[in-house]
């Protein structure tokens, strides 16, 4: 009996039809199950909340989104950013991916320090030093460059289509534990916990280290939507362009462990005004009010950068899989 049973856990679904479930439908969630569907494996994912979906426990649905580099990482963060910027470039032929090139202007208030985010010119393309004449005064330096956005109120629904297209399955529902999963899919031997937030409350992960940060943008419906802004420093502020919805989104607000779902209209305001001094072509002064034998793989807590780190995390993701499943095949 239990021979049988080591045997029925063991075998029963051949390693070709094993599906890898991951936990979580947001941009981490989609991009892996993306890349995994893309590279031949089964994939379901279980989430409360799915592209096109809009709640505060659905980070994916608010982002900028703008890849920009990030400072103070680790060489394999910052790859995982070179392979994501690669990823989006070429979507950003396809118009339905809400992936849009645009000219970036970044400007800093102090010296780079010696891990600031300037690594990032081996990534973007016409990189180049501001000259001083080309910045405003108060800021010690600045870059230009070519960059990526997406929109993700349509980069979400695209990529659901795309998973769906290449066989991946999704299941809407809240789980309270990994354990509930496991039961779930008691053939599946590889599971991605993409939960973000999630991760704090899940009763068998319950991560203190993870926590909430609450963002707001605000929207404004221009046609000067071909240039992002972003000031790193004192006042945290951008301004990042969806071309492909004639608008910009403004933003730079931090507050962590606020769940608060209602708009903060002081915010809003004073959004607007950094906006208005960093780029005050592109944003007036006052804009209209438009405003076991299992393997776990941890893919959540991407803070301020999920949609920056997507793809390239997907790709690390994708190799952990197929190492964890070489490890179940090759006993
Ligand atoms: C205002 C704002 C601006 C931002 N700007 C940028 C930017 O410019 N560039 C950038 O790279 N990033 C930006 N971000 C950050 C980015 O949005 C996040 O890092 C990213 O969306 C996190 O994705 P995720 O898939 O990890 O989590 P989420 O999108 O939060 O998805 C979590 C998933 O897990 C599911 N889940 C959780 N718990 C459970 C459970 N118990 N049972 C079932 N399902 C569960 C949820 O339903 C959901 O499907 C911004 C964020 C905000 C708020």
Same mark, same amino acid.
């Given at each position: 009996?239990?021979?049988?049973? %080591?045997?029925?856990?063991?075998?029963?679904?051949?390693?070709?039809?094993?599906?890898?479930?991951?936990?979580?439908?947001?941009?981490?969630?989609?991009?892996?199950?993306?890349?995994?569907?893309?590279?031949?494996?089964?994939?379901?994912?279980?989430?409360?909340?799915?592209?096109? @979906?809009? @709640?505060?426990?659905?980070?994916?649905?608010?982002?900028?989104? !703008?890849?920009?580099?990030?400072?103070?990482?680790?060489?394999?963060? %910052? $790859?995982?950013?070179?392979?994501?910027?690669?990823?989006?470039?070429?979507?950003?032929?396809?118009?339905?991916?809400?992936?849009?090139?645009?000219?970036?202007?970044?400007?800093?208030?102090?010296?780079?320090?010696?891990?600031?985010?300037?690594?990032?010119?081996?990534?973007?393309?016409?990189?180049?030093?501001?000259?001083?004449?080309?910045?405003?005064?108060?800021?010690?330096?600045?870059?230009? $460059?070519?960059?990526?956005?997406?929109?993700?109120?349509?980069?979400?629904?695209?990529?659901?289509? %795309?998973?769906? !297209?290449?066989?991946?399955?999704?299941? %809407?529902?809240?789980?309270?534990?990994?354990?509930?999963?496991?039961?779930?899919?008691?053939?599946?031997?590889? +599971?991605?916990?993409?939960?973000?937030?999630?991760?704090?409350?899940?009763?068998?992960?319950?991560?203190?280290?993870?926590?909430?940060?609450?963002?707001?943008?605000? +929207?404004?419906?221009?046609?000067?939507?071909?240039?992002?802004?972003?000031?790193?420093?004192?006042?945290?502020?951008?301004?990042?362009?969806?071309?492909?919805?004639?608008?910009?989104?403004?933003?730079?607000?931090?507050?962590?462990?606020?769940?608060?779902?209602?708009?903060?209209?002081?915010?809003?305001?004073?959004?607007?005004?950094?906006?208005?001094?960093?780029?005050?072509?592109?944003?007036?002064?006052?804009?209209?009010? @438009?405003?076991?034998?299992?393997?776990?793989?941890?893919?959540?807590?991407?803070?301020?950068?999920?949609?920056?780190?997507?793809?390239?995390? !997907? @790709? !690390?993701?994708?190799?952990?899989?197929?190492?964890?499943?070489?490890?179940?095949?090759?006993?």
């Amino acid at each position: 009996m239990g021979e049988s049973n %080591r045997v029925r856990n063991t075998f029963e679904v051949p390693f070709a039809q094993r599906t890898v479930v991951i936990l979580g439908a947001g941009i981490i969630g989609c991009a892996t199950a993306r890349q995994l569907l893309q590279h031949g494996f089964s994939v379901v994912l279980v989430a409360e909340f799915l592209p096109g @979906d809009q @709640d505060i426990y659905y980070a994916s649905a608010w982002a900028g989104a !703008a890849w920009h580099a990030a400072g103070g990482i680790t060489a394999d963060q %910052r $790859y995982y950013q070179a392979v994501t910027h690669r990823v989006l470039l070429k979507m950003a032929q396809d118009p339905e991916s809400g992936v849009s090139v645009v000219d970036a202007r970044e400007y800093l208030e102090q010296e780079p320090a010696p891990d600031s985010a300037v690594w990032g010119k081996t990534v973007v393309s016409k990189f180049r030093e501001l000259d001083p004449t080309e910045y405003p005064s108060n800021f010690n330096c600045g870059w230009a $460059y070519r960059t990526l956005v997406t929109d993700p109120t349509r980069h979400m629904p695209y990529l659901g289509k %795309r998973i769906t !297209a290449l066989g991946g399955k999704f299941i %809407r529902r809240r789980v309270e534990s990994l354990h509930e999963l496991y039961e779930m899919f008691p053939d599946s031997r590889v +599971f991605i916990n993409a939960s973000g937030l999630g991760s704090k409350t899940l009763a068998d992960v319950q991560d203190d280290r993870c926590f909430p940060e609450r963002g707001q943008n605000v +929207f404004l419906r221009t046609h000067r939507c071909n240039t992002l802004y972003f000031r790193n420093g004192k006042e945290y502020t951008y301004v990042i362009p969806r071309p492909l919805s004639q608008g910009v989104v403004l933003g730079g607000v931090k507050e962590r462990d606020n769940l608060s779902p209602e708009v903060d209209l002081d915010i809003a305001r004073d959004e607007i005004a950094r906006a208005h001094r960093l780029a005050p072509d592109i944003v007036p002064e006052h804009p209209a009010d @438009d405003v076991g034998c299992r393997t776990l793989l941890s893919a959540y807590g991407f803070g301020g950068g999920g949609y920056a780190f997507s793809y390239g995390v !997907a @790709d !690390a993701l994708l190799k952990m899989v197929e190492q964890a499943e070489r490890r179940n095949v090759i006993v």
